[in-house]
């Protein structure tokens, strides 16, 4: 009898730490059934190259997301662009759509202007002398027509002297057309010669700036808006995930 009474009270002592323990276990478990979610859609510009990383861990490119209620931060960013850092606060049982605009990097907007001035010294450099060549070549190529045409003009002359019967038209050819011709023959050689040395020159000119030219450096782009957001985060993946890190050494010092 005393037996059962000290088992009785023994209960009696660990009862109301049981009860304490089950009020707790019952307090949490009201906690985390009371903590909702709420859906979220993004629409970011632009829409189809664009990575985000949310709430500083996880790299993902969905556009619509279901998160627990509270505020998640999100980092965006897309090739050539800047990265975007905002906080989104997220409402239990509400639906929510979320608008972004990425500008354009400062690092790619140097480099577009860097590309533009490259691009016009190259046509500075090759297509402009290269076009001038061009038109020398053609005008060489139209005063060796002319020289032709007066040659030909005095072997024709040279035949009609030959052939001719009649002491006027033997004088007239002898005095007048072939010493005519033949000046004209001349200023068409002396024309072409100096055609032909020009042309020579701006091959020469063009030849030495395309091969200056071939020294300039291109431009490049380095996206350092890329390495800042890639950094060290989690990306999820079929088999669990894997931890990424972003890593650049410049190699030209």
Do not use: C
Not at 190 to 200: I, K, L
Not at 241 to 249: D, E, N, Q, V
């Amino acid at each position: 009898m005393k037996f059962m009474k000290a088992m009785v009270r023994r209960d009696m002592i660990h009862l109301p730490s049981l009860l304490l323990l089950l009020a707790t276990m019952g307090g949490g478990i009201g906690g985390v059934s009371a903590q909702t979610s709420g859906k979220l859609h993004l629409q970011i510009d632009p829409a189809n190259s664009f990575s985000y990383k949310l709430d500083h861990h996880f790299t993902i490119q969905q556009t619509d997301l279901e998160l627990l209620e509270g505020p998640h931060h999100f980092s965006f960013w897309a090739p050539q662009r800047k990265v975007v850092d905002t906080t989104v606060t997220i409402t239990g049982g509400e639906d929510r759509i979320i608008q972004v605009r990425l500008p354009y990097s400062t690092e790619y907007l140097v480099y577009q202007r860097d590309l533009r001035s490259y691009e016009k010294r190259m046509r500075v450099m090759r297509l402009l002398p290269a076009t001038v060549t061009g038109g020398a070549l053609i005008f060489t190529g139209i005063k060796y027509a002319n020289m032709k045409k007066a040659h030909d003009r005095l072997e024709t002359d040279a035949d009609a002297y030959d052939n001719a019967t009649f002491p006027y038209a033997i004088t007239v050819l002898k005095e007048e057309v072939i010493p005519g011709h033949i000046d004209e023959f001349e200023k068409a050689r002396t024309a072409f010669r100096v055609s032909a040395a020009v042309t020579v020159a701006f091959a020469g000119v063009t030849t030495w700036l395309y091969l200056r030219s071939a020294k300039l450096p291109k431009p490049e782009f380095h996206d350092a808006e890329k390495v800042r957001f890639d950094g060290l985060s989690w990306m999820p993946g079929p088999n669990g995930g894997a931890w990424t890190g972003g890593l650049t050494w410049n190699f030209t010092r």
